[in-house]
């Protein structure tokens, strides 16, 4: 519930604040004294878009500021709007989001304007208005239908891809195919090109080498043997270990130095008779070699890369032969999905037709007593091939507002007073089934006058027994129901517009609605008209 509103550079606003009461309240002024800037003000700080151009001329910004409560928690709600461009919005004194601001109040303050009686003429409004009527019904089982959806499209479009993609791989396959044969059958290893560039390297200086290698064996071994000599020092020295601890050192070393070079004695030998390699031998190495140095230069790749690459033609030729097992995966998937999806979807149907139904029932009230005698309605649900998030249903509402005459879509009504009416009917029942305690009406009285006015006044009156309204109008039948009244005027000081805003007392109400009846509040024949209203309206 809103308790007050404070606005401040807004348009023709230099400072406005005032208190509104818990039942209907009811604003009043002449065409242009700012009635529509002050709904704009406060669409603006519960969530709107900002219109920078609204700031008031020569200021740097303007602020908006909505105080109220939630049963017995207090909201402030402000909206800053600066001339860079920016906007800030605050709730309970922290900034918070754009969509966070619009999302907490659209479950705290409805506003309903000419647009609403746009959007009820439109049938693809009318399943959303639907849904919104006992929605706690219905919401958990929207939400599944929606999640079964878009699981159905995830599949539906894999497969699509699949197929798009089937042709094209048919013609890669054999393309895949070669390549990965010959990657294949040069069964290459990690690292191998360097192992043979070095077995190679080995091979070209292998008289070199051996010569080397063989020098340094006879040495070790030849008379007299340089191992011999060092076997009986170690022997010697073994002897005569145990008289002190510099011999057994001595010892020690002696034993490490035979053993260490009797090692290298045996691997010099072995290194002698393993270096004799023939041409044949050197030719196959530089054979292979050449093979892989070629095979790297085709594909600008090293030998690891050129390994992975096969196994990724490898993962692509398997995919293009289990194509088919694929297809026929992804297809059963579809049919599954779309089971799912059509069941889930035949659940909310039901629930729908069932709110309809009731729908139905509490419209045809509201409209008898919005003074459409003998009036029918209809909520039409058919049944699409196609099922959305939404389901399979297309609904749209069919009325006949004079006797005789047939069921016809909304968007036939021709006439702005039954317009506003019916979507008064359709807020009143929905805003019930919603915990909105606030209700913001801005031209309902478009294209209605006299008895009919009067009735909207009272139907007003009645929903402001259980919620708080706030209702712009211009029409005294609808101004008299109000419990508290406010008039907007315009008035100009240094050159400038000023838009402002009085609470009504008695009298003023009176006054008000004489102007309103005749354009004359000191008539007195205004304001015994405007008494005789105000006590039609109390009876």
Do not use: W
């Not at 219109?51 to 908006?64: C, E, F, Y």
């Not at 999640?147 to 159905?152: A, G, I, S, V």
């Amino acid at each position: 519930m809103l308790d007050r509103i404070e606005i401040t550079n807004f348009a023709t606003i230099e400072h406005m604040a005032f208190d509104l009461g818990s039942s209907l309240n009811i604003i009043t002024g002449e065409t242009g004294s700012g009635k529509s800037v002050l709904v704009q003000a406060i669409s603006t700080a519960l969530g709107d878009r900002a219109d920078i151009s609204m700031i008031r001329n020569g200021t740097d910004k303007a602020l908006i500021q909505v105080v109220g409560h939630i049963g017995e928690e207090d909201v402030i709600i402000s909206r800053e709007l600066l001339r860079s461009g920016k906007s800030v919005a605050k709730l309970n004194g922290e900034i918070v989001s754009l969509a966070k601001l619009r999302e907490f109040c659209s479950e705290f303050v409805d506003i309903h304007g000419q647009y609403d009686n746009q959007q009820i003429l439109d049938p693809e409004n009318h399943i959303l208005i639907t849904d919104s009527y006992n929605h706690g019904s219905i919401d958990k089982e929207l939400s599944k239908l929606s999640d079964l959806y878009k699981l159905y499209h995830e599949v539906k479009r894999e497969y699509d891809q699949l197929l798009r993609s089937e042709s094209e791989s048919r013609r890669q396959q054999d393309f895949y195919q070669f390549e990965f044969d010959y990657i294949d059958n040069l069964d290459l290893q990690p690292g191998e090109d360097d192992e043979l560039r070095e077995q190679l390297e080995l091979m070209r200086n292998s008289e070199r080498i051996y010569e080397a290698v063989a020098g340094s064996y006879s040495k070790l071994t030849e008379d007299p043997p340089v191992l011999s000599v060092i076997g009986s020092c170690m022997n010697q020295l073994q002897s005569i270990a145990s008289y002190s601890e510099e011999l057994g050192e001595l010892s020690e070393s002696f034993s490490e130095l035979y053993y260490g070079l009797e090692d290298i004695s045996s691997n010099l030998r072995n290194t002698s008779e393993s270096i004799n390699f023939s041409e044949e031998e050197i030719d196959l190495v530089s054979s292979r070699l050449s093979v892989i140095e070629d095979a790297k230069r085709k594909y600008n790749m090293s030998i690891e890369e050129i390994i992975a690459y096969k196994e990724e033609l490898d993962s692509k030729l398997g995919v293009i032969h289990n194509l088919d097992d694929e297809k026929k995966r992804l297809a059963e998937l579809i049919d599954k999905r779309y089971s799912e999806l059509e069941a889930q979807a035949e659940v909310v149907s039901n629930i729908r037709k069932a709110n309809a139904a009731s729908l139905e029932r509490e419209i045809i009230k509201e409209l008898q007593d919005l003074a459409f005698a003998n009036s029918e309605f209809k909520i039409d649900i058919t049944r699409h091939d196609d099922i959305s998030e939404l389901g399979y249903d297309g609904v749209e509402f069919l009325i006949s507002t004079n006797p005789g005459e047939p069921l016809r879509p909304m968007a036939k009504i021709a006439s702005g007073g039954e317009i506003s009416r019916i979507m008064l009917a359709f807020k009143h029942i929905i805003g019930s089934s919603d915990s909105v305690e606030t209700m913001i009406f801005d031209e309902i009285d478009t294209g209605i006058s006299g008895k009919t006015a009067l009735v909207v006044g009272h139907k007003l009156s009645e929903i402001a027994n259980h919620r708080q309204i706030l209702c712009i109008t211009h029409l005294p039948q609808i101004a008299a129901s109000g419990d508290d009244n406010f008039s907007i005027d315009k008035e100009i000081s240094e050159g400038k517009s000023h838009t402002v805003i009085t609470h009504l007392d008695e009298a003023g109400k009176l006054e008000m609605l004489a102007r309103l009846i005749s354009g004359a509040p000191n008539s007195s024949n205004a304001l015994e008209a405007a008494k005789e209203l105000v006590a039609s309206v109390k009876k």
